[in-house]
Nanobody, 120 residues
Framework: VQLQASGGGTVQAGGSLRLSCAAS????????MGWYRQFPGKQRELVAA???????NYADSVKGRFTMSGVNAKNTIYLQMDRLKPDDTAEYYC???????????????WGKGTQVTVSS
């Protein structure tokens, strides 16, 4: 299984970016899929995640500004980031819990990071 992330970049404060993440490989089921971010010297923290039952969780710091899509038929999610702030500057990582074998236990996967930089 691979997670291919894209969409990072540099934007001015107040601007928007859209991140995408596509899961590929031998996928039986996706339990959840989402985005984490990591600030220098800090641990990764949840930004937003969508669960198999349709629930979407957001970090308090992004509620009202970021919008997570559901997992579409191409096993892809999108994170629309609006009203970006310099505090959103971080490396963003796609994450998914995926079942690859019928009746098997799901495993956790990470994509490569994509840098988001918001200038003031």
């Amino acid at each position: 299984v691979q997670l291919q992330a894209s969409g990072g970049g540099t934007v001015q404060a107040g601007g928007s970016l859209r991140l995408s993440c596509a899961a590929s490989g031998s996928i039986v089921s996706i339990n959840d899929m989402g985005w984490y971010r990591q600030f220098p010297g800090k641990q990764r923290e949840l930004v937003a995640a969508v669960f198999k039952d349709g629930r979407i969780n957001y970090a308090d710091s992004v509620k009202g500004r970021f919008t997570m899509s559901g997992v579409n038929a191409k096993n892809t999610i999108y994170l629309q980031m609006d009203r970006l702030k310099p505090d959103d500057t971080a490396e963003y990582y796609c994450n998914a819990e995926i079942q690859t074998i019928p009746l098997g236990a799901p495993r956790n996967y990470w994509g490569k990071g994509t840098q988001v930089t918001v200038s003031s």
